[in-house]
């Protein structure tokens, strides 16, 4: 167990900093979205969100591509220094292979719920210290955006099972794929066809409530991607 | 190396720990509708009137949607500025986008066309003598071929739909094909001497001579300016001589003279039947016809410059009362009516400076009276709506409602497009207490219910 999680230890140090690093640029860039649509703009939280002009998709956006490429640039244990260690603990490749997808999975999840925090601290502040502060009729508004927002909706789905479940699956391929990045670099073979995975996160993850059709694609489609990647991974060759 | 591991772990636990605190931080703010009653200066031209006390016992149940997806209905009981509401919370798919938020309503639509009322075949001689590529165009005056128009009809039942067009060969089903034959027996409208279409023979350098005619502006295609109301598997309506598009239409051919007719069209597939209930004077206006819920249908109509309703018992399809309201301007005031279990309430706007409201009670044997004629300054006149110049009823999408219990009439309106309503009081010496009530739902794309937003009722 112990060798295990001083694997799962040395693939973290590569990159949790970094990833931490990201997040506090996402929390400092909707910081200042948030502060520039309400505080001088005064465009309302409903637009704001409602909208999509507001920017914050693109800012989870550009943190969700800098956060794929850390994972892709820093999951590979056997280069540099932490590889000589690797070695040593005698641990299969397959097993550093689904460490590393439970620590992508892990980082994905982290971003996920930063995301929802920091939507949810400035949706309790402005209804705290903003222009209806104490209004007895903003309180269930919040709740509202939550469905009204594409972007806000995607990340909290709330009785929407099916999306639930899509960003679960989301989340389980974009890990998958970038563990399997690694694995392609290692061997000098192209990865270009894993970006399928994330360009399609990106193109598709706002979704509207109701979006049934598309859940069920997004989670047969990744689900397909899923069942390939881990074939190519564990089974077409016999060893990594 | 342990750091990271636990700065790892901690920070995926706290963000999923972030999830689920923040779905079930607001989870719960489902069904906490809040409703307030909006005091003088919050919302710019409306005042609030009176004491809010007078609205204890009143409950206004308040329905709203986010497309049909996510469904509130929230009671609310009056009596103070911050009144208690309760809502009932469900979430449904699938989610309805429509550019038309009104449902479809129970309707009636009868076009009088020049369609077909010709075989093309008497336009052939138009064709004659032609040389490939050459046309020939002629007036003709359509008197000189046909007596009648055609009629052009949609009948939308709760449920079922009947509709057919003077070119259709075939109808659905029986019920549609006896339909049809009842209104072209029925509905006889004398084509004019004016009345002509452009009639034209080519002759085609591939196919050949053609022949045929194409509506023109002088053709008197209209729809008839049609009021209806629909009790189960009845409908009862009515036309205007007078419409937009048309005046003093000759009904002088009609088999069963110019009136209001039931239309009945058993659900069992049996024969439909049509019958004229109410036979009208040439003169009158048709200002709408609805059913009151105690089994009556009620025309309300302008004959000889009063404001008259005709009261039909709908179980012996016979006239039962007729009464004279008022005098009703020839300046085309605005009106609105309500009916509501045994009561009738007429508003009419005669000037700019006054408004009128007109309660009728039914007494025990059913029969309305007059209960108040109320003559009210016109910044009193709260929640009341009136119709838009073309006499349509409502100058809004959601009509008012009403409740009335004894002493105090209550009237409601839903915002169109907001989930805010306005209520008014009236009693016998005028408006008591009016008051805008916001509520929490009052965000875009939420919107009252297209049916029913809003009904009052009194304990």
């Given at each position: 167990?112990?060798?295990?999680?001083?694997?799962?230890?040395?693939?973290?140090?590569?990159?949790?900093?970094?990833?931490?690093?990201?997040?506090?640029?996402?929390?400092?860039?909707?910081?200042?979205?948030?502060?520039?649509?309400?505080?001088?703009?005064?465009?309302?939280?409903?637009?704001?969100?409602?909208?999509?002009?507001?920017?914050?998709?693109?800012?989870?956006?550009?943190?969700?591509?800098?956060?794929?490429?850390?994972?892709?640039?820093?999951?590979?244990?056997?280069?540099?220094?932490?590889?000589?260690?690797?070695?040593?603990?005698?641990?299969?490749?397959?097993?550093?292979?689904?460490?590393?997808?439970?620590?992508?999975?892990?980082?994905?999840?982290?971003?996920?719920?930063?995301?929802?925090?920091?939507?949810?601290?400035?949706?309790?502040?402005?209804?705290?210290?903003?222009?209806?502060?104490?209004?007895?009729?903003?309180?269930?508004?919040?709740?509202?955006?939550?469905?009204?927002?594409?972007?806000?909706?995607?990340?909290?789905?709330?009785?929407?099972?099916?999306?639930?479940?899509?960003?679960?699956?989301?989340?389980?391929?974009?890990?998958?794929?970038?563990?399997?990045?690694?694995?392609?670099?290692?061997?000098?073979?192209?990865?270009?066809?894993?970006?399928?995975?994330?360009?399609?996160?990106?193109?598709?993850?706002?979704?509207?409530?109701?979006?049934?059709?598309?859940?069920?694609?997004?989670?047969?489609?990744?689900?397909?991607?899923?069942?390939?990647?881990?074939?190519?991974?564990?089974?077409?060759?016999?060893?990594? | 190396?342990?750091?990271?591991?636990?700065?790892?772990?901690?920070?995926?636990?706290?963000?999923?720990?972030?999830?689920?605190?923040?779905?079930?931080?607001?989870?719960?703010?489902?069904?906490?509708?809040?409703?307030?009653?909006?005091?003088?200066?919050?919302?710019?031209?409306?005042?609030?009137?009176?004491?809010?006390?007078?609205?204890?016992?009143?409950?206004?149940?308040?329905?709203?949607?986010?497309?049909?997806?996510?469904?509130?209905?929230?009671?609310?009981?009056?009596?103070?500025?911050?009144?208690?509401?309760?809502?009932?919370?469900?979430?449904?798919?699938?989610?309805?986008?429509?550019?038309?938020?009104?449902?479809?309503?129970?309707?009636?639509?009868?076009?009088?066309?020049?369609?077909?009322?010709?075989?093309?075949?008497?336009?052939?001689?138009?064709?004659?003598?032609?040389?490939?590529?050459?046309?020939?165009?002629?007036?003709?005056?359509?008197?000189?071929?046909?007596?009648?128009?055609?009629?052009?009809?949609?009948?939308?039942?709760?449920?079922?739909?009947?509709?057919?067009?003077?070119?259709?060969?075939?109808?659905?089903?029986?019920?549609?094909?006896?339909?049809?034959?009842?209104?072209?027996?029925?509905?006889?409208?004398?084509?004019?001497?004016?009345?002509?279409?452009?009639?034209?023979?080519?002759?085609?350098?591939?196919?050949?001579?053609?022949?045929?005619?194409?509506?023109?502006?002088?053709?008197?295609?209209?729809?008839?300016?049609?009021?209806?109301?629909?009790?189960?598997?009845?409908?009862?309506?009515?036309?205007?001589?007078?419409?937009?598009?048309?005046?003093?239409?000759?009904?002088?051919?009609?088999?069963?003279?110019?009136?209001?007719?039931?239309?009945?069209?058993?659900?069992?597939?049996?024969?439909?039947?049509?019958?004229?209930?109410?036979?009208?004077?040439?003169?009158?206006?048709?200002?709408?016809?609805?059913?009151?819920?105690?089994?009556?249908?009620?025309?309300?109509?302008?004959?000889?410059?009063?404001?008259?309703?005709?009261?039909?018992?709908?179980?012996?399809?016979?006239?039962?009362?007729?009464?004279?309201?008022?005098?009703?301007?020839?300046?085309?005031?605005?009106?609105?009516?309500?009916?509501?279990?045994?009561?009738?309430?007429?508003?009419?706007?005669?000037?700019?400076?006054?408004r009128q409201i007109i309660l009728l009670t039914a007494d025990e044997n059913g029969r309305y009276e007059l209960h108040w004629n109320l003559i009210i300054p016109s910044e009193d006149s709260r929640a009341l709506t009136y119709s838009d110049e073309t006499n349509k009823e409502y100058s809004y999408d959601h009509a008012p409602v009403m409740a009335w219990n004894g002493q105090y009439l209550a009237f409601g309106l839903s915002e169109d497009h907001w989930v805010n309503f306005d209520l008014a009081l009236y009693d016998k010496n005028g408006l008591a207490y009016s008051g805008r009530y916001n509520t929490s739902l009052n965000i875009w794309t939420v919107q009252p219910d297209g049916d029913l937003p809003l009904t009052l009722e009194w304990e």
């Amino acid at each position: 167990m112990k060798k295990y999680l001083s694997v799962f230890a040395l693939i973290a140090q590569n990159s949790i900093y970094r990833i931490f690093g990201l997040l506090l640029l996402l929390a400092a860039a909707d910081g200042v979205l948030a502060w520039y649509w309400l505080a001088v703009k005064h465009y309302g939280i409903q637009n704001m969100f409602h909208s999509g002009n507001a920017r914050f998709g693109l800012v989870l956006a550009i943190v969700f591509v800098l956060m794929a490429a850390v994972q892709i640039r820093c999951g590979d244990i056997y280069s540099g220094t932490s590889g000589y260690t690797v070695r040593r603990l005698a641990i299969s490749e397959k097993a550093v292979l689904l460490l590393q997808i439970l620590y992508n999975m892990l980082c994905w999840i982290i971003l996920w719920g930063v995301q929802v925090l920091i939507i949810f601290v400035i949706c309790k502040l402005y209804y705290r210290f903003g222009e209806y502060a104490g209004d007895p009729l903003s309180e269930q508004q919040m709740f509202l955006l939550f469905y009204i927002s594409p972007l806000l909706h995607s990340l909290l789905p709330m009785e929407e099972t099916l999306a639930w479940i899509a960003n679960l699956v989301m989340i389980a391929e974009l890990s998958i794929s970038s563990a399997y990045w690694t694995v392609r670099r290692r061997e000098k073979s192209s990865a270009a066809d894993l970006l399928i995975g994330y360009w399609t996160v990106v193109l598709i993850f706002r979704r509207e409530l109701g979006s049934y059709i598309l859940n069920v694609i997004i989670i047969g489609g990744f689900l397909i991607i899923i069942a390939i990647d881990c074939w190519r991974m564990f089974f077409r060759k016999k060893e990594v | 190396m342990r750091k990271t591991l636990v700065f790892t772990l901690l920070l995926a636990l706290l963000s999923a720990g972030c999830i689920g605190y923040v779905a079930a931080d607001i989870y719960p703010l489902r069904n906490q509708v809040a409703v307030q009653e909006m005091t003088e200066g919050a919302y710019s031209g409306y005042g609030n009137v009176g004491d809010v006390s007078a609205t204890a016992g009143l409950t206004a149940t308040l329905k709203a949607d986010y497309y049909k997806a996510m469904n509130w209905k929230t009671e609310i009981q009056f009596g103070s500025v911050l009144p208690n509401a309760e809502t009932g919370y469900h979430l449904q798919f699938p989610v309805k986008k429509t550019t038309n938020y009104l449902r479809e309503r129970n309707d009636i639509d009868i076009r009088i066309t020049v369609e077909d009322v010709v075989d093309n075949s008497v336009f052939a001689y138009l064709a004659e003598g032609l040389e490939p590529g050459q046309t020939r165009t002629e007036k003709v005056y359509l008197k000189d071929f046909a007596e009648y128009y055609n009629t052009d009809v949609d009948i939308l039942f709760p449920d079922v739909t009947y509709t057919w067009r003077p070119s259709d060969t075939t109808v659905d089903n029986k019920t549609e094909e006896a339909l049809k034959q009842l209104f072209d027996t029925n509905f006889l409208f004398p084509l004019g001497d004016n009345v002509s279409v452009d009639a034209h023979g080519d002759c085609h350098v591939q196919y050949g001579p053609g022949y045929g005619y194409g509506i023109n502006t002088s053709s008197d295609t209209f729809g008839l300016n049609i009021e209806e109301t629909f009790l189960n598997d009845r409908v009862y309506f009515t036309f205007n001589r007078k419409g937009e598009s048309y005046r003093d239409l000759d009904v002088s051919h009609l088999p069963l003279g110019y009136g209001i007719y039931c239309l009945t069209v058993p659900e069992d597939g049996s024969q439909p039947e049509l019958i004229n209930v109410c036979s009208l004077d040439l003169g009158v206006k048709i200002l709408k016809l609805t059913a009151d819920g105690s089994g009556n249908i009620l025309a309300y109509m302008v004959e000889n410059g009063f404001f008259t309703i005709t009261v039909i018992d709908s179980s012996t399809n016979s006239v039962t009362q007729c009464l004279q309201l008022t005098e009703f301007p020839s300046n085309s005031p605005s009106w609105a009516t309500y009916e509501e279990g045994g009561v009738i309430a007429v508003t009419l706007a005669h000037k700019i400076e006054t408004r009128q409201i007109i309660l009728l009670t039914a007494d025990e044997n059913g029969r309305y009276e007059l209960h108040w004629n109320l003559i009210i300054p016109s910044e009193d006149s709260r929640a009341l709506t009136y119709s838009d110049e073309t006499n349509k009823e409502y100058s809004y999408d959601h009509a008012p409602v009403m409740a009335w219990n004894g002493q105090y009439l209550a009237f409601g309106l839903s915002e169109d497009h907001w989930v805010n309503f306005d209520l008014a009081l009236y009693d016998k010496n005028g408006l008591a207490y009016s008051g805008r009530y916001n509520t929490s739902l009052n965000i875009w794309t939420v919107q009252p219910d297209g049916d029913l937003p809003l009904t009052l009722e009194w304990e």
